[in-house]
């Protein structure tokens, strides 16, 4: 068990809906990842968020967003959702942005498109 | 932008024999840090070692011991004494230094299946 929490584990939803997920980075964590696994991109680098603040954008399509509360718990938003958006969606947390050690990657939220 | 690149798909190693999962990346970063994840039939990504590029000495954990080659970009990951329950999924990932903020850049992935 490494920590970090995620919520839900799965979530089927149909196309054009808004789904929210959860994560609650460990303990004294500050700065939490999110990262997407699908079949055809693999694992791609999302959004990173540091003590409530955006501190880096990937791959993040406009129609996903993210926030960091002031709990340091963060959610990530998809809306308008489509067949393509179907994969893992990973939470991971560390100390800190800088930090050298290491992340911390939560159970995943699979998140399945009809 | 880095790169990761995981060129064994799949590979196959008999119980108590020894396989080596090979990484290669391109970075312009002098500062950086890389990483060998697992992930098993759960899909839970468990970080197995870790290697700062500033480091000569190859990291080890146990029976999983790197091969790091900065010149040559190349990061192989070696495990020992193969067990059934090194079986999973295996992601080579880099992490630049300095003020990246830390995000992972991941390979394809190698697929590890352990024989008894």
């Known amino acids: 068990d490494s920590g970090v929490t995620q919520t839900p584990k799965h979530l089927i939803t149909a196309t054009g809906q808004r789904v929210t997920l959860r994560c609650s980075p460990r303990?004294?964590?500050?700065?939490v990842y999110w990262y997407q696994q699908s079949l055809d991109q693999g694992l791609q680098f999302l959004i990173q968020?540091?003590?409530?603040?955006?501190?880096a954008k990937g791959n993040i399509l406009e129609r996903f967003s993210a926030q960091q509360f002031p709990d340091l718990h963060s959610e990530l938003n998809l809306s308008s959702l489509e067949l393509g958006d179907s994969a893992l969606y990973f939470c991971a947390s560390s100390v800190a942005p800088l930090a050298k050690g290491k992340q911390y990657f939560g159970p995943g939220t699979r998140l399945t498109v009809t | 932008a880095q790169t990761v690149t995981q060129s064994q798909p799949e590979m196959s190693v008999q119980e108590a024999e020894t396989v080596t999962l090979s990484c290669t990346y391109d970075t312009s970063e002098s500062d950086y840090y890389l990483f060998w994840y697992k992930q098993p039939p759960s899909r839970q990504m468990i970080l197995v070692i870790r290697q700062e590029a500033y480091k000569q000495q190859n990291a080890t954990e146990n029976r999983f011991s790197v091969n790091f080659q900065k010149a040559a970009k190349s990061f192989s990951l070696k495990i020992s004494d193969s067990q059934l329950g090194d079986a999973a999924m295996y992601f080579c990932a880099f992490r630049a230094g300095g003020t990246s903020y830390g995000k992972l850049t991941f390979g394809q992935g190698t697929i590890l299946t352990v024989h008894p």
């Open positions: 968020y540091y003590n409530g603040e955006e501190r």
């Open positions: 303990s004294g964590d500050l700065s």
